[in-house]
T-cell receptor
Framework: AQTVTQSQPEMSVQEAETVTLSCTYD???????LFWYKQPPSRQMILVIRQEAYKQQNATENRFSVNFQKAAKSFSLKISDSQLGDAAMYFCALGEGGGADGLTFGKGTHLIIQP | GAGVSQTPSNKVTEKGKYVELRCDPI?????LYWYRQSLGQGPEFLIY????????DSGLPNDRFFAVRPEGSVSTLKIQRTERGDSAVYLC?????????????FGEGSRLTVL
């Protein structure tokens, strides 16, 4: 069975600084995908960034980038130039291309932005 | 509307009652997912529809939970004989593709409180 672990229940960062959120995962599949979703108080999950496991290059979306370490099964999210609007719960998720349906989510990290 | 719509936004019921939660996915999205998010946890997969059929219902916790999608669009999650442990946010998501490889588009969820 696949698992996703987020070991940081809460992180705090000063506005304009950089913060890294950690995620480790486990899967027996060779074809899988990793995601970071943001959940603001409105409850709607919003995709931040997506990484295909077969790609060696780390995904980047504007101020958001990942550090994908396949051998270590690690998938961390780096947020540069943090903004007040980045404050939210962040969930790491795993999807298996040939395996189970649905995504497996971690427990989340609450990100606080200090003005 | 353009996004995934879920109703009701909040539902309070008494133990033992029957509840229906509705999800209206993005038009044209063939894949539809239900997740349950308990307090302080990440979303947990319940059921996945591809078109009208439930392709994977392995996440439903017991036979009190049932979901339908009769015309391949709107879906209803039905909970019989509700228990206090059913209290959670129920999230619906849709996708234009049928595997856990792409982005899921989430609604804002239905918060169920069982007294």
């Amino acid at each position: 069975a696949q698992t996703v672990t987020q070991s940081q229940p809460e992180m705090s960062v000063q506005e304009a600084e950089t913060v890294t959120l950690s995620c480790t995962y486990d899967t027996s599949e060779s074809d899988y995908y990793l995601f970071w979703y943001k959940q603001p108080p409105s409850r709607q999950m919003i995709l931040v960034i997506r990484q295909e496991a077969y790609k060696q290059q780390n995904a980047t979306e504007n101020r958001f980038s990942v550090n994908f370490q396949k051998a270590a099964k690690s998938f961390s999210l780096k947020i540069s130039d943090s903004q007040l609007g980045d404050a939210a719960m962040y969930f790491c998720a795993l999807g298996e291309g040939g395996g189970a349906d649905g995504l497996t989510f971690g427990k989340g990290t609450h990100l606080i932005i200090q003005p | 509307g353009a996004g995934v719509s879920q109703t009701p936004s909040n539902k309070v019921t008494e133990k033992g009652k029957y509840v229906e939660l509705r999800c209206d996915p993005i038009s044209g999205h063939t894949a539809l997912y239900w997740y349950r998010q308990s307090l302080g946890q990440g979303p947990e997969f319940l059921i996945y529809f591809q078109g009208t059929g439930a392709a994977d219902d392995s996440g439903l916790p017991n036979d009190r939970f049932f979901a339908v999608r009769p015309e391949g669009s709107v879906s209803t999650l039905k909970i019989q004989r509700t228990e206090r442990g059913d209290s959670a946010v129920y999230l619906c998501a849709s996708s234009p593709i049928d595997r856990s490889t792409g982005e899921l588009f989430f609604g804002e969820g239905s918060r169920l409180t069982v007294l």
